[in-house]
């Protein structure tokens, strides 16, 4: 009868294996860290965004009452005049080219 060779667990273990644990360990930790060091940035962002929403709040607190100048009907008027002499001059430039 004819021998066969069947692999088994080997009394040493495999140096290719050695060096990808060893790297999957530095990867876990780094990961790790990274994770630390985000949830600590995002605590800093949700801190900066209450402060800015603070001092804006109190921004609109210290402007409310004062009275801002509205535009007047001729004001409004000219201005979609305007608007609308832009919007047509840029066509009527367009034609005139050809």
């Given amino acids: 009868m004819g021998g066969f060779l069947v692999a088994g667990p080997s009394s040493q273990p495999d140096p290719v294996?050695?060096?990808?644990?060893?790297r999957l360990?530095?990867?876990?930790?780094?990961i790790d860290r990274n994770t630390r060091e985000l949830a600590k940035l995002g605590r800093q962002v949700e801190g900066i965004a209450w402060e800015?929403?603070?001092a804006?709040?109190?921004k609109d607190?210290?402007?409310?009452?004062k009275a801002m100048p509205e535009e007047s009907e001729e004001q409004e008027g000219s201005d979609e005049t305007d608007r609308?002499?832009?919007?047509?001059g840029s066509e009527d430039?367009?034609?005139?080219s050809e």
């Fill in 93 to 96: 430039g367009e034609g005139e």
């Fill in 17 to 22: 294996a050695l060096v990808l644990d060893c």
């Fill in 52 to 54: 800015t929403k603070r």
């Fill in 25 to 30: 360990g530095e990867i876990v930790a780094a």
């Fill in 56 to 58: 804006a709040d109190a």
């Fill in 84 to 88: 609308e002499n832009e919007e047509s």
């Fill in 61 to 65: 607190l210290k402007g409310k009452g």
